[in-house]
């Protein structure tokens, strides 16, 4: 079995959790969801990474009845 992702894109993070990349972009403006920028021979890289355990933390931490 393959090993699960560390990290995902924000397109791949909404591939991940069904929601779009607009709901992701959203969540990570507002501060809801971390992005990390790892360092690509020593300078931050351009590309936002979310780690899985943030992911996860999100989507888990969501509401569990809709918003009446």
């Known amino acids: 079995m393959a090993d699960a992702p560390i990290s995902y894109t924000v397109q791949r993070a909404a591939e991940r959790t069904g929601y779009s990349v607009e709901v992701i972009r959203r969540a990570t403006k507002a501060g809801d969801l971390p992005v ?33």
């Open 36 to 68: 990390h920028y790892p360092r690509v021979g020593g300078k931050p890289s351009s590309r936002p990474v979310i780690l899985a355990s943030d992911l996860l933390a999100w989507v888990a931490g969501a509401p569990t009845e809709r918003a009446s």
